[in-house]
């Protein structure tokens, strides 16, 4: 059966009625105009959009395992209107106003995902139901509200964020505690699985060539040498997320961090009244290590948290099923949603996003060499992707528009320190995530000094 090559515990995935196998390349290139290493979400949207612009183009993909296969295929379906880093830029003097054009461009992404899924007639269970976030104690409502207020001051208005008070919060999603929430619509739920294997499809049919099961080993001027063999590119773009360290002088280029999900058993009606999420809102609260949830097409509710980072970028295709995380979050699903208490999880599955140094994704691309690269989304890549594609794609073929002049353009990825500085520095995180949670958890106030530290270091959801 061909879904047993791709079957990782991941729901997405299994949930897919066909999968076709993995496409051995019959005729290996010997040369391309760009090249394009890796076929998740940046890799495709690149390939679509340089289609879309100059369909001349010989395009190869070049992908590691199969389409979809990283973070594309496995994250929590979020298409956001933001992206890391851009709740940071707000609050900076020197920042704000590029701030409020990558948050504008990222709210105008998520509808650019939608449009091009109706387009291409790729059937990703699209549902632009927005974001809900939880206030579950007194200090939090209060930052919730300030943060909006702050956004509003920048010329957002309630259409782009708004308070639900506590009553209208409770019906939309029956969370304990839930003292409100901050919402946005600018987010849709989708299917990481069916988008991704969707825009495989569609670039294919365009003329694309993707070459599964051929990973990538080494990148220079114009040469992208692989498993199977080198091949000659005018262009090279590295579009490997999470998997960048597998590529020769890459190493520390991104942290690989994993994060652990699991689905329940479809829901019935009953069931779904008691919960709400009757628009396919998704939803997270404000806990300082994030967790993240939505209701699916077929009326299971997928959830996930707890980050896991493994000793000197160790990458693996599947996390064990037994791991401890998946408990964590499965707790922590019924903490917070309590008439789920005996519904059965039938999926647990981890997938890995690739983290910058500086906590913002990068856009890059130099004339010289001819390469380029763009990732680092810290987990929330399904629609900054997109976005990030779209600049790659104007810089690659030296056209200057609105979307090259964006911030993430002149970001320069630093690398990470060495061993044992970055798994130290990942536990420490983690500890301290946990302690500020547990602190606010128990007295339903503000951390003492753990939360502090955290929103010092990396600022705070808003």
Not at 37 to 66: D, H, M, R
Not at 262 to 280: C, E, N, V
Not at 350 to 361: A, D, I, Q
Request: proline share 5%; net charge neutral.
């Amino acid at each position: 059966m061909a879904q047993a090559m791709y079957h990782n515990g991941n729901f997405w995935f299994d949930s897919l009625a066909d999968i076709e196998p993995l496409q051995a390349p019959t005729a290996f290139p010997e040369q391309v105009d760009v090249a394009i290493v890796g076929a998740g979400f940046t890799g495709l949207w690149s390939a679509y959009y340089l289609k879309a612009k100059q369909p001349e183009l010989v395009i190869g993909v070049f992908e590691a395992n199969y389409v979809g296969f990283g973070a594309s295929g496995r994250n929590g379906g979020w298409c956001m209107g933001t992206a890391e880093g851009i709740s940071a830029m707000l609050e900076s003097d020197a920042e704000r106003s590029e701030g409020v054009t990558l948050m504008r461009a990222m709210q105008d992404t998520v509808d650019e995902v939608g449009r091009v899924c109706q387009a291409e007639n790729i059937d990703c269970h699209y549902a632009k139901g927005g974001t809900l976030t939880i206030a579950r104690y007194p200090h939090e409502v209060d930052a919730m509200k300030k943060a909006i207020d702050f956004k509003h001051s920048l010329g957002f208005d309630d259409d782009d964020f708004t308070w639900i008070p506590q009553e209208a919060s409770s019906q939309r999603l029956a969370a304990e505690p839930n003292l409100g929430a901050s919402y946005t619509k600018h987010c849709a739920a989708i299917h990481p699985g069916r988008l991704v294997r969707g825009l495989g499809e569609r670039v294919r049919a365009k003329g694309v060539e993707i070459f599964e099961d051929t990973p990538v080993l080494r990148i220079e001027p114009g040469i992208v040498t692989t498993r199977r063999g080198q091949v000659r590119a005018g262009k090279i773009l590295r579009a490997t997320e999470g998997y960048t360290g597998s590529i020769a002088g890459q190493a520390r280029t991104l942290m690989p961090l994993y994060t652990h999900m699991i689905a329940t058993q479809p829901l019935d009606d009953d069931m779904w009244r008691d919960i709400g999420l009757a628009r396919r809102e998704t939803f997270d609260d404000g806990r300082h290590l994030t967790i993240y949830g939505q209701r699916t097409l077929d009326n299971r509710l997928a959830f996930g948290g707890c980050l896991e980072y493994y000793f000197g970028s160790k990458l693996l295709s599947a996390l064990p099923q037994a791991h401890p995380n998946f408990a964590k979050v499965e707790s922590a699903m019924k903490t917070m949603l309590p008439m789920l208490s005996n519904v059965k999880i039938t999926h647990k599955w981890g997938g890995l996003f690739g983290v910058p140094r500086r906590g913002r994704p990068f856009v890059q691309f130099d004339r010289e060499t001819g390469i380029g690269a763009a990732g680092g989304y810290v987990g929330e890549g399904v629609g900054a992707s997109n976005l990030a594609a779209r600049a790659l794609v104007d810089l690659t073929l030296g056209r200057a528009t609105a979307l090259t002049e964006l911030a993430w353009v002149r970001e320069t990825p630093t690398t990470w320190p060495a061993e044992p500085l970055r798994w130290l520095g990942s536990r420490a995180v983690r500890l301290i995530g946990n302690q500020a949670d547990a602190s606010e958890a128990k007295t339903g106030r503000p951390s003492k000094w753990a939360g502090r530290v955290l929103d010092a270091v990396f600022g705070r959801a808003s």
